[in-house]
């Protein structure tokens, strides 16, 4: 049986980022569509892990991209209206038991493009 993966996400100027928490993955697809990202893995015990987003605005899936790590899935999707906030992730205002905000990484934008940069930078090398 499937089941969904426990997702972090939190907001910037130009990206929106989600955490799939899913240690030792493995066969992950993550598909980025202009309204919608589709995520799949399986961990280490074969339990199968299944989330779909609706977004909430549009994204750029050209200039969208996921890295994966011994711990998490994470996918950093390029926002079609830029410097705008996203008040949740999802297109319905209802928040699934999966889904919370990462307040590790919530920060003021002010001053924080360089900072922005930086972090797509370093997972663009990877």
């Known amino acids: ?24 993955s493995s066969d992950v697809k993550v598909v980025i ?8 893995c ?11 987003i609706n977004l909430y605005a549009r994204v750029n899936s050209k200039d969208s991209r996921e890295k994966r790590s011994d711990r998490s899935i994470t996918c950093f ?3 079609w209206k830029e410097k705008v906030a996203w008040p949740r992730i999802t ?10 905000v990462d ?4 920060r003021d934008w002010e001053g924080d493009e360089e900072v922005e940069r ?8 990877v």
């Open 1 to 24: 049986p499937r089941q969904p993966a426990k997702t972090l996400w939190y907001d910037r100027p130009r990206y929106v980022y989600l955490e799939f928490c899913v240690e030792d």
């Open 33 to 40: 569509e202009d309204h919608r990202l589709v995520f799949s």
């Open 42 to 52: 399986k961990n280490a015990d074969g339990v199968e892990f299944y989330n779909e």
């Open 77 to 79: 999707m390029r926002k």
């Open 91 to 100: 297109k319905e205002n209802i928040k699934p038991a999966w889904l919370s």
């Open 103 to 106: 307040f590790d990484n919530w």
């Open 118 to 125: 930086a972090m797509v930078e370093q997972y663009a090398e």
